[in-house]
């Protein structure tokens, strides 16, 4: 799959199969966000791969599609195989981490969309239970959590008509309107 196929074709993803996701499959989603841009090249951002068991222990601190209003959550038997959790260095870099972790987690997702795995980015999650339950350092803030797996939903963007909010149709495909670029261009000079 190229770039651009992979940009226009991944949306977040909310259900998941349960097939395990190898390991180095994971770790290879880490080094995709180790190669994004970052601030000064500081690379403050560390992470946490939780998988099947553990990423088990993680589910239950995580909130999905608001829009959706529980419809659009994971059962136990719809969850993800695995998180991956971005942590902030705080000795590399005590603030200011949040944008490479935007620029971090977008290559996860479109790596993981291109190698056939769904994603969705989740920061309505319990920071300080999975902050302890992982053994997260004091010296390191978590940041986000990527949720990881194989899918088991259809998910399509499609130009919006006014509203932005997300929604299932009759069949479960996730609709996500997104704005036209002449709606966010504000002015071009």
Not at 9 to 22: D, L
Not at 143 to 164: F, L
Request: overall charge negative; hydrophobic content about 40%.
């Amino acid at each position: 799959m190229d770039c651009i196929n992979a940009i226009e074709g991944r949306r977040s993803i909310r259900k998941f199969t349960g097939q395990a996701v190898e390991m180095d499959v994971l770790k290879r989603l880490v080094r995709y966000a180790s190669l994004a841009a970052s601030g000064m090249n500081v690379q403050p951002l560390k992470y946490i791969i939780a998988s099947g068991d553990k990423a088990d222990e993680i589910f239950p601190h995580t909130r999905w599609a608001g829009y959706l209003k529980g419809s659009g959550s994971p059962s136990f038997a719809e969850r993800p195989y695995a998180f991956i959790l971005v942590l902030g260095d705080l000795n590399l870099r005590k603030s200011g981490y949040e944008l490479d972790a935007g620029a971090a987690i977008g290559n996860i997702q479109i790596a993981a969309h291109s190698m056939g795995l769904g994603t969705c980015w989740l920061g309505a999650i319990d920071y300080d239970e999975i902050s302890a339950m992982t053994g997260i350092p004091e010296d390191m803030k978590l940041i986000s959590a990527v949720a990881v797996g194989y899918p088991a939903q259809k998910s399509i963007s499609e130009e919006s008509k006014g509203d932005i909010k997300y929604y299932l149709d009759s069949e479960g495909v996730l609709h996500v309107p997104k704005r036209s670029v002449d709606e966010i261009i504000v002015r071009i000079f």
